[in-house]
């Protein structure tokens, strides 16, 4: 069992930036692809940015591109995503998620068995 923990969310102007971080326990996730998904009030959980078991391929959802990057640090467990020139439409809740059964860079959302409790991000205007 992976227990998956986000942190790093909050309030930050628009333009601003912000760091949220994934930490794992349970067991080592670092044979499994990694990604990161948004919800919004009313919307449907979404894709953000995945990243693969070894850290080579990464994938983003086309409206973060440019602007996130993930990473991860297999020696913490840890899995990260830079969010950059951040825009009102990117406030969510941000879920970490750990795939077993793609190690490469899968983007749906069948795909994660573990998730994280989320972390809010908002951005004012």
């Known amino acids: 069992q992976v227990q998956l923990v986000e942190s790093g969310g ?20 670092s ?7 948004r919800q919004a009030p009313g919307k449907e959980r979404e894709f953000v940015a995945v990243i693969s078991w070894g850290g080579g391929d990464t994938n983003y959802a086309d409206s973060v591109k440019g602007r996130f990057t993930i990473s991860r640090d297999n020696a913490k ?44 991000v908002t951005i004012s205007s």
């Open 10 to 29: 909050g309030l930050v102007q628009a333009g601003g930036s912000l760091r949220l971080s994934c930490a794992a326990s349970g067991r080592t996730v």
């Open 77 to 120: 467990n840890t899995v990260y995503v830079q969010m950059n020139s951040l825009k009102p439409e990117d406030t969510a809740v941000y879920y970490c998620a750990a795939s077993v059964t793609n190690p490469q860079v899968p983007t749906l959302r069948y795909e994660f068995a573990y998730w994280g409790q989320g972390t809010q």
């Open 31 to 37: 044979g499994y692809a990694m990604g990161w998904f």
